[in-house]
C-alpha cells in the first residue's frame, strides 16, 4: 500500500491534501509543508482505539486547595508567574533572538538550584561547554544544575523519570525536539505539537515544572502551531529595545496567576538584574522643562507604571503628513488626533506628528490617551506641561474624558515619586486619603484650554493683560495654530 502525505501549513497548523503556495486558512506564503500521514491527527487508525475507562466526575462545591508554589529566588521573574511556579504547570516563554532567554533561566535554574531542588537544563541548540561558558560568565558554576544537549523527547522524559522527581525542567527550545512517533523533520507543525504534548504529559504525571522556549516569527508572534500555546498553562513574552539596556517580561496567558503582569530586568555584564522600582528608571534622564512631554500615571498588570509620552508636532511640508508612533497603538493615536480635531478646534491635519514611550516600553491600555493628547497639545502650543503633574485617562469619541481602573494605585505611585497633582476624570473613593492632588478633567476642551492658556502666559510680554480664551458650552476651545 502507497504511503499517503498530507500537507500541513506550519503557522496555523491547517491540513490540506494538496500543496498550494497560500495557505487559505491564514493567507500565509510558502508555509505548506508536505508530512506523512501517519504523524497527523487523528492518524491512528479506528480498529486500534481502546475503549475508554469510567471516571469519576465531581461539583463546584468541593475544596479549594491553593496550588503548591516553587519560589525560585528571582522576585520580578516570580511576579509575572503569579506567585512562584506551580508543581506540575507548563511554561513557554518566546522572545527574539539574543534578548536574554536564556540568560534568565539558567540564572532562575540556578537559583532554584542553591535552594536545594533539583533543577535539569536540556538544551536542543547549545552543547554542554556553551552553556557552562555562560554559568562561568554568570558566576553560576557552583550552582547545582543537571545539563543535557539532547533533542529527542522520548530520550529526555525517559532520563527524567529515573531518580528523584525534577522541581524544575528547562527546555530550550521546542522547536529543536523531536519524536520518533512523528513521520517528520523537528520544526513543522506535527513535530512541535507531538514533542510539546510528550512533555505536558510528563510534567502533569509529576508534579514537575517545565519551561519551554519558543522561537518567534518576525511579527513577533511565537512560531508553530498556536495550539501549543492553548495547551500550556502559561505564555510569558520576553520583549525589549536593541538601544536600550532593559528587558520585560509580560505574561500573556496564565491559569494560576494574573495576566498582562510584568517583570522589569535591566541587561548587565553579568546577566540580568531586577529593576525593583520601574517608574523610577523609566523616568530616569526625564527633560521637565521641554515641551510636548507628559507623564503617564499606567498599570501594567497590577503594577502601576509612570513612563514619560514624548509628542513632536511639527508643519509638514509633504501632501500626506507623517504619523510615526513608537511604544503606542497607531490606531489609538489617530483616534485622538480626530477627537483633538473635532471637539477641540485644533488643526493638525498639515503637520507631521511623532510620538514615542520613552525607555522603550509598550503601552496598551486607553488610560494613556490623556497623556498622549496633554503631550501633543503641549508640543503644539510650546507650552511647558508642570513637572509635578502625572496624567491618566481614556479619551471617548465625543472628547468626555472617561474614568479608568486604579485610580488610586496610579496615584500612590505618583505620590511615591515626588508628583504633587493629577489630571484625570473625576470621581473615585473620596473618604481615601491622598499626598497628591486630582484635577479633575472632564472634557478635552477643558486640558487644551488650560495648556492653551499656559502657552499664552509664558508668550505674554511684562504689564500685558491676559487673553481670554475663546469657548463654546464652556468645553469646545477654538484654537488657531
Given at each position: 500500500?502507497?504511503?499517503?502525505?498530507?500537507?500541513?501549513?506550519?503557522?496555523?497548523?491547517?491540513?490540506?491534501?494538496?500543496?498550494?503556495?497560500?495557505?487559505?486558512?491564514?493567507?500565509?506564503?510558502?508555509?505548506?509543508?508536505?508530512?506523512?500521514?501517519?504523524?497527523?491527527?487523528?492518524?491512528?487508525?479506528?480498529?486500534?482505539?481502546?475503549?475508554?475507562?469510567?471516571?469519576?466526575?465531581?461539583?463546584?462545591?468541593?475544596?479549594?486547595?491553593?496550588?503548591?508554589?516553587?519560589?525560585?529566588?528571582?522576585?520580578?521573574?516570580?511576579?509575572?508567574?503569579?506567585?512562584?511556579?506551580?508543581?506540575?504547570?507548563?511554561?513557554?516563554?518566546?522572545?527574539?533572538?539574543?534578548?536574554?532567554?536564556?540568560?534568565?533561566?539558567?540564572?532562575?535554574?540556578?537559583?532554584?538550584?542553591?535552594?536545594?531542588?533539583?533543577?535539569?537544563?536540556?538544551?536542543?541548540?547549545?552543547?554542554?561547554?556553551?552553556?557552562?561558558?555562560?554559568?562561568?560568565?554568570?558566576?553560576?558554576?557552583?550552582?547545582?544544575?543537571?545539563?543535557?544537549?539532547?533533542?529527542?523527547?522520548?530520550?529526555?522524559?525517559?532520563?527524567?523519570?529515573?531518580?528523584?522527581?525534577?522541581?524544575?525542567?528547562?527546555?530550550?527550545?521546542?522547536?529543536?525536539?523531536?519524536?520518533?512517533?512523528?513521520?517528520?523533520?523537528?520544526?513543522?507543525?506535527?513535530?512541535?505539537?507531538?514533542?510539546?504534548?510528550?512533555?505536558?504529559?510528563?510534567?502533569?504525571?509529576?508534579?514537575?515544572?517545565?519551561?519551554?522556549?519558543?522561537?518567534?516569527?518576525?511579527?513577533?508572534?511565537?512560531?508553530?502551531?498556536?495550539?501549543?500555546?492553548?495547551?500550556?498553562?502559561?505564555?510569558?513574552?520576553?520583549?525589549?529595545?536593541?538601544?536600550?539596556?532593559?528587558?520585560?517580561?509580560?505574561?500573556?496567558?496564565?491559569?494560576?496567576?494574573?495576566?498582562?503582569?510584568?517583570?522589569?530586568?535591566?541587561?548587565?555584564?553579568?546577566?540580568?538584574?531586577?529593576?525593583?522600582?520601574?517608574?523610577?528608571?523609566?523616568?530616569?534622564?526625564?527633560?521637565?522643562?521641554?515641551?510636548?512631554?507628559?507623564?503617564?500615571a499606567g498599570m501594567e498588570g497590577t503594577r502601576p507604571v509612570l513612563v514619560?509620552?514624548?509628542?513632536?508636532?511639527?508643519?509638514?511640508?509633504?501632501?500626506?503628513?507623517?504619523?510615526?508612533?513608537?511604544?503606542?497603538?497607531?490606531?489609538?493615536?489617530?483616534?485622538?488626533?480626530?477627537?483633538?480635531?473635532?471637539?477641540?478646534?485644533?488643526?493638525?491635519?498639515?503637520?507631521?506628528?511623532?510620538?514615542?514611550?520613552?525607555?522603550?516600553?509598550?503601552?496598551?491600555?486607553?488610560?494613556?490617551?490623556?497623556?498622549?493628547?496633554?503631550?501633543?497639545?503641549?508640543?503644539?502650543?510650546?507650552?511647558?506641561?508642570?513637572?509635578?503633574?502625572?496624567?491618566?485617562?481614556?479619551?471617548?469619541?465625543?472628547?468626555?474624558?472617561?474614568?479608568?481602573?486604579?485610580?488610586?494605585?496610579?496615584?500612590?505611585?505618583?505620590?511615591?515619586?515626588?508628583?504633587?497633582?493629577?489630571?484625570?476624570?473625576?470621581?473615585?473613593?473620596?473618604?481615601?486619603?491622598?499626598?497628591?492632588?486630582?484635577?479633575?478633567?472632564?472634557?478635552?476642551?477643558?486640558?487644551?484650554?488650560?495648556?492653551?492658556?499656559?502657552?499664552?502666559?509664558?508668550?505674554?510680554?511684562?504689564?500685558?493683560?491676559?487673553?481670554?480664551?475663546?469657548?463654546?458650552?464652556?468645553?469646545?476651545?477654538?484654537?488657531?495654530?
Amino acid at each position: 500500500m502507497a504511503k499517503r502525505s498530507i500537507f500541513i501549513c506550519q503557522s496555523c497548523g491547517a491540513l490540506s491534501n494538496r500543496w498550494q503556495g497560500k495557505c487559505e486558512a491564514c493567507e500565509a506564503w510558502n508555509s505548506i509543508v508536505e508530512e506523512g500521514a501517519t504523524s497527523g491527527i487523528g492518524a491512528q487508525a479506528a480498529g486500534l482505539a481502546k475503549k475508554g475507562k469510567i471516571f469519576a466526575l465531581e461539583g463546584l462545591d468541593g475544596e479549594d486547595r491553593p496550588a503548591p508554589r516553587i519560589i525560585c529566588g528571582i522576585a520580578e521573574l516570580d511576579r509575572v508567574t503569579g506567585g512562584g511556579f506551580v508543581a506540575g504547570s507548563v511554561l513557554l516563554i518566546g522572545g527574539e533572538p539574543g534578548i536574554g532567554k536564556s540568560t534568565l533561566l539558567i540564572q532562575a535554574s540556578a537559583a532554584l538550584a542553591r535552594k536545594g531542588e533539583r533543577v535539569v537544563y536540556v538544551s536542543g541548540e547549545e552543547a554542554v561547554a556553551q552553556v557552562r561558558m555562560r554559568a562561568q560568565r554568570l558566576g553560576l558554576s557552583n550552582a547545582n544544575v543537571e545539563l543535557a544537549a539532547e533533542t529527542n523527547v522520548e530520550d529526555i522524559v525517559a532520563t527524567l523519570s529515573k531518580g528523584p522527581k525534577p522541581a524544575l525542567i528547562v527546555i530550550d527550545s521546542i522547536q529543536t525536539m523531536w519524536s520518533s512517533m512523528q513521520d517528520s523533520t523537528p520544526g513543522t507543525v506535527t513535530q512541535v505539537r507531538g514533542s510539546a504534548q510528550a512533555l505536558i504529559r510528563f510534567a502533569k504525571t509529576t508534579g514537575a515544572c517545565v519551561i519551554l522556549v519558543g522561537h518567534v516569527t518576525k511579527d513577533g508572534q511565537i512560531a508553530g502551531p498556536r495550539v501549543v500555546e492553548h495547551m500550556v498553562d502559561a505564555v510569558l513574552s520576553f520583549e525589549g529595545e536593541g538601544g536600550h539596556h532593559f528587558r520585560i517580561l509580560r505574561a500573556m496567558k496564565n491559569r494560576f496567576g494574573p495576566t498582562d503582569e510584568i517583570g522589569v530586568f535591566e541587561m548587565t555584564g553579568l546577566g540580568l538584574a531586577e529593576v525593583s522600582n520601574p517608574s523610577a528608571m523609566f523616568l530616569a534622564g526625564r527633560e521637565a522643562q521641554s515641551a510636548g512631554t507628559a507623564v503617564l500615571a499606567g498599570m501594567e498588570g497590577t503594577r502601576p507604571v509612570l513612563v514619560e509620552i514624548q509628542a513632536l508636532v511639527a508643519p509638514s511640508s509633504l501632501g500626506t503628513p507623517r504619523r510615526a508612533v513608537v511604544g503606542w497603538d497607531p490606531a489609538r493615536l489617530s483616534m485622538v488626533i480626530a477627537v483633538l480635531e473635532a471637539h477641540a478646534g485644533l488643526k493638525l491635519g498639515q503637520h507631521d506628528i511623532y510620538l514615542n514611550v520613552a525607555g522603550g516600553l509598550r503601552i496598551s491600555e486607553p488610560a494613556a490617551d490623556l497623556a498622549a493628547a496633554a503631550a501633543l497639545i503641549s508640543s503644539l502650543t510650546g507650552a511647558v506641561l508642570p513637572a509635578q503633574n502625572v496624567y491618566f485617562g481614556e479619551i471617548g469619541l465625543s472628547g468626555a474624558v472617561r474614568p479608568v481602573v486604579h485610580a488610586a494605585l496610579r496615584r500612590k505611585e505618583a505620590a511615591k515619586l515626588g508628583f504633587s497633582h493629577a489630571v484625570g476624570p473625576g470621581g473615585g473613593d473620596k473618604k481615601e486619603n491622598f499626598a497628591l492632588e486630582l484635577q479633575s478633567c472632564s472634557h478635552i476642551g477643558a486640558l487644551v484650554g488650560d495648556i492653551a492658556a499656559r502657552a499664552a502666559a509664558a508668550k505674554r510680554k511684562p504689564g500685558e493683560p491676559p487673553a481670554t480664551a475663546r469657548a463654546s458650552n464652556g468645553a469646545r476651545a477654538h484654537l488657531d495654530y
